[in-house]
């Protein structure tokens, strides 16, 4: 697919664009920005650009067989790399220095895609960073991250950062309405289409998670009790901790309450709806109204409990105990409520 084809990309996509023109192309890439967005179908998108036989108007013709190796993965100068089991590891970093260690079969340059590369474990990335200290005048580099504040200082200061955006609503309708469903999702009606762009947050892998309508259904449940967990006893505080805990998804999870505590804190300041141009946050009216409801805690405590999820968020992976640590945070905002009402605040 053509560059031209990405969309709400507008920056990304101009700025890739006017490299492939002028074939000024850095060494090294980082597309960063959210997960979803568009960021792995940019690189393979931009890879085609430069290597295509017949470009039309200096973008891919999507048709050579270099555009459609590509799009197949197949090509034989593009190397992916990817996570396994959460980190990208030593034994990687050594394949693409063999990869790269030979001149391009076919194209102009060998072109090196690292997904997620804010995975790369220390080694890893200190093996990454010598390799790309060195000039390579065949090669490019394109690193992607969702978190990319988590990579080394010297890596990042080798990079040229291209930001990626969450995208519009809009955007995330038009490519669901654009793509073919029925054999993964079944029936898609317009009204399961608007409630996955509601609930995504601009990013296209979580719209394809809201088009499984058990998923809304679980999210809508968790979230009705959760902006009930003022009212509620401890006892159910600690049903809702499980519920999340056993949840699979947990990139959603984060983000679902990250965005919730986000916008009770807006409204708790009485900021809430006077931001309504940014397209890109989650708005229903069942959300607005437990967003409401939940903010009418004191701003203190949900500014600790924004807090306090966010260290969750940041400790899983390092054998946090995600149960006890919900249990911790949800239950706070039960005795929290309590502490205060006996304060007289309430
Ligand atoms: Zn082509």
């Given at each position: 697919m053509p560059l031209a084809d990405l969309y709400g990309q507008t920056l990304a996509r101009e700025r890739l664009l006017n490299m492939v023109v002028r074939n000024r192309v850095p060494q090294t890439l980082l597309f960063a920005g959210p997960e979803g967005v568009g960021k792995n179908l940019a690189a393979r998108m931009f890879a085609q650009a430069l290597s295509c036989r017949q470009r039309v108007d200096g973008d891919a013709?999507?048709?050579c067989p270099a555009c459609i190796q590509i799009e197949r993965k197949l090509y034989p100068d593009m190397l992916i790399v990817t996570a396994e089991k959460q980190q990208i590891k030593i034994g990687q970093v050594a394949e693409i220095r063999e990869f790269i260690s030979f001149a391009p079969l076919v194209g102009e340059r060998r072109i090196v895609i690292i997904e997620?590369?804010?995975?790369?474990n220390n080694v890893a990335a200190n093996a990454l960073l010598k390799t790309l200290e060195e000039p390579f005048p065949t090669v490019l580099f394109i690193l992607l991250s969702?978190?990319?504040?988590?990579?080394?200082a010297t890596i990042l200061s080798r990079c040229l950062l291209l930001p990626f955006v969450s995208l519009h609503k809009a955007v995330v309708v038009e490519i669901l309405e654009g793509l073919e469903l029925a054999s993964e999702y079944g029936e898609i009606t317009a009204a399961g289409i608007a409630d996955a762009a509601a609930w995504s947050g601009g990013s296209m892998g979580r719209a394809l998670f809201f088009l499984r309508e058990e998923n809304l259904l679980w999210f809508s449940d968790f979230i009705g009790k959760f902006s009930r967990l003022p009212q509620a006893t401890l006892s159910q505080a600690l049903d809702l901790a499980e519920m999340a805990a056993q949840f699979k998804e947990r990139e959603v999870l984060f983000f679902i309450m990250r965005s919730f505590l986000h916008d009770t804190l807006l409204a708790a300041r009485?900021?809430?709806?006077?931001?309504?141009?940014?397209?890109m946050r989650i708005e229903t009216p069942f959300w607005s109204e437990a967003v409401l409801a939940f903010a009418a805690l004191p701003e203190s405590l949900l500014m600790s409990i924004r807090h306090r999820l966010s260290a969750v968020e940041k400790a899983q992976g390092i054998n946090v105990n995600l149960r006890l640590a919900f249990d911790a945070v949800f239950s706070s905002i039960v005795t929290g409520r309590d502490k205060i009402q006996l304060a007289g605040v309430l």
């Open positions: 013709c999507g048709s997620d590369a804010h995975k790369l969702h978190r990319h504040s988590l990579l080394l009485g900021l809430y709806g006077s931001m309504r141009e940014d397209d």
